[in-house]
């Protein structure tokens, strides 16, 4: 899967609300056996201050830069 895609797919679960990255989490924890991890995981994002990332401009996914390609002149 490319990045691109990912981002793609990270959008549109985020579109879906909160009850549907819990079931995501959720998920993953029982097929894989990281419960504990996860929260661990989720306590240090949610030491995170959501103000405090929007103030910074680090709430969204990174753009990635346009590549030129030949020449421009």
Known sequence: M?????????????????????????????AHG?????????????RLDPQWLVALGVNHIASHPLLLVGDVA
């Open 34 to 46: 990281i419960e504990a991890d996860i929260i661990a995981r989720l306590e240090t994002y949610g």
């Open 2 to 30: 490319t990045a691109l895609r990912r981002q793609h797919l990270v959008r549109h679960l985020h579109l879906l609300g909160e009850r549907a990255v819990d079931e995501l989490l959720v998920e993953l924890a029982v």
